[in-house]
């Protein structure tokens, strides 16, 4: 499985640099799709369940932002 995933992502050295910004590496959407084909799957479940840490850290970090704001805003105390 891991050849397979790096082979999807690998670049290979010989090709020539064809001055494309967007794409410098050369990697083509027919590599990144099937990349993407083995995520939906559940072939790379590690990586499905970072990206699911992420967002759960994401969400958890914004709601203890809110409450700290909240919190405090509320001892402000006024003059």
């Not at 995933?5 to 050369?26: A, K, M, Q």
């Amino acid at each position: 499985m891991k050849k397979k995933i790096f082979s999807l992502l690998s670049v290979d050295p010989n090709t020539p640099y064809r001055g494309n910004s967007e794409d410098p590496f050369n990697l083509s959407v027919k590599k990144l799709d099937g990349f993407l084909d083995l995520i939906r799957e559940g072939h790379v479940s590690c990586l499905k369940s970072w990206i699911e840490f992420v967002t759960f850290a994401i969400l958890i970090g914004f709601v203890v932002l809110l409450v700290c704001t909240k919190w405090a805003n509320a001892r402000v105390v006024e003059y």
